[in-house]
């Protein structure tokens, strides 16, 4: 595992390079990047492994990157990546990246007896036998010259996926479950996976159940207005306003700037800065559009205790069903879709419920996930008897 180190900051030289790779059947790579200043990210360096080689690619110097893209999408060349989803919606969010032919290390642990998602580090050590410093997990990726022992921390990222990609690809062979590790891997390859809601925030917020109509719209209103802010600007959301603050914008508004002085959860020069802008989108009128956004959240299903312990009973048993075969729960069943099919959530994605994981967990199991109605509990003869 002694390969040679390349640093690319020239433009010609990574062309070349990328030419070079883009012959290849497989690469390895990773991604730094700082995010918690801005909006949208920036990218400070990649790193490439291939045969026998790892090239860093300080991405402030060189500007076109499409040569390296184009290998992301290529479907001649695999992807080996840890923890990969990271990294292309990245490369999505900055070029409009969608790749293909993709593997990755920590989901395919997931299908050979790790828990979900492990570490990279971790998986190195069972598998290489080899313990990685990560004392640089958080670095100033635009600084240059970039400190030496962050960089040693950038080539250990990529260092051993070559050989991981080797070991777990025997394992996942051995277990029968190469097919599974690829169609897991897939959903990264499009475009879908990578697109968000605008709307995402306030359908999360579970004021949007508690407040009127007007407040409603006024809450869809700021939530867009502190994205514009963050956008034109390139600051993160928080920055332009904290998010628990968005309650006492909703309540306060209205009410001018004593109804912010009676709160005192906010810190005056908050609100005084943008209070004016606020109270116009309180006083606008609702357009069309806004009121189709609100028409089509879904209302809040009854509480019913009687499904929420069915679900929950049957969850266990699809854990059993992952401790018997070496699979991680968290990987088939994420806890976060589990919430919102047994909520009845319309946004559970039913495809959980296909493939691989209907494979794994069985028809009977499947079927009483999709329709989660009451489970019968018999006790006699020291035995527990369900039917549904």
């Known amino acids: 595992m002694n390969q040679k180190v390349h640093f690319l900051d020239n433009q010609a030289e990574f062309d070349r390079i990328m030419?070079?790779?883009?012959?290849?059947?497989?690469?390895?790579?990773?991604?730094?990047?700082?995010?918690?200043?801005?909006?949208?990210?920036?990218?400070?360096?990649?790193?490439?492994?291939?045969?026998?080689?790892?090239?860093?690619?300080?991405?402030?110097?060189?500007?076109?990157?499409?040569?390296?893209?184009?290998?992301?999408?290529?479907?001649?060349?695999?992807?080996?990546?840890?923890?990969?989803?990271?990294?292309?919606?990245?490369?999505?969010?900055?070029?409009?990246?969608?790749?293909?032919?993709?593997?990755?290390?920590?989901?395919?642990?997931?299908?050979?007896?790790?828990?979900?998602?492990?570490?990279?580090?971790?998986?190195?050590?069972?598998e290489l036998r080899i313990n990685l410093a990560k004392s640089h997990t958080v670095a100033d990726w635009e600084a240059r010259p970039i400190d030496p022992k962050a960089l040693e921390y950038a080539i250990e990222d990529v260092k051993y996926l070559p050989a991981l990609y080797e070991r777990l690809t025997n394992k996942l062979r051995r277990h029968k479950r190469e097919l599974w590790a690829r169609e897991e891997n897939r959903k990264w390859e499009n475009r879908s996976f990578y697109e968000v809601d605008p709307h995402k925030e306030l359908m999360a917020n579970d004021l949007v159940h508690q407040v009127d109509f007007r407040e409603k719209v006024f809450l869809m209103r700021l939530y867009r207005w502190r994205i514009e802010r963050a956008m034109s600007s390139n600051i993160p959301k928080e920055t332009v306003l904290q998010s628990r603050y968005i309650s006492t914008v909703l309540r306060s508004t209205k009410g001018g700037p004593n109804a912010f002085k009676s709160n005192r959860t906010m810190h005056e020069g908050v609100w005084k800065k943008h209070l004016e802008t606020w109270q116009e989108l309180w006083k606008a009128p609702v357009t069309e559009a806004e009121k189709a956004v609100l028409d089509a959240i879904p209302k809040p299903l009854p509480e019913d205790p009687e499904r929420e312990w069915t679900m929950e009973l049957l969850y266990h048993f699809v854990k059993k069903q992952c401790l018997e075969h070496e699979i991680s729960a968290a990987l088939l069943l994420p806890k976060g879709d589990f919430n919102r099919l047994k909520a009845g959530s319309d946004d559970f994605d039913h495809d959980l419920l296909h493939g691989w994981r209907a494979e794994l967990m069985g028809a009977e199991l499947v079927n009483w996930m999709k329709k989660g109605g009451k489970v019968t509990v018999r006790w006699g003869d020291g035995e527990c008897h369900l039917s549904m």
């Open 19 to 126: 030419d070079l790779l883009a012959k290849e059947h497989w690469i390895g790579f990773d991604t730094e990047f700082v995010g918690e200043k801005y909006f949208i990210p920036v990218l400070g360096l990649v790193q490439v492994v291939a045969e026998g080689v790892i090239y860093l690619i300080d991405t402030l110097k060189i500007k076109q990157l499409q040569s390296f893209l184009a290998i992301v999408e290529d479907p001649a060349v695999l992807k080996i990546t840890h923890a990969g989803d990271n990294d292309y919606r990245l490369l999505f969010t900055l070029f409009g990246t969608v790749p293909s032919n993709t593997f990755d290390t920590q989901i395919a642990a997931g299908f050979v007896g790790y828990n979900y998602p492990a570490g990279f580090g971790k998986i190195v050590e069972k």
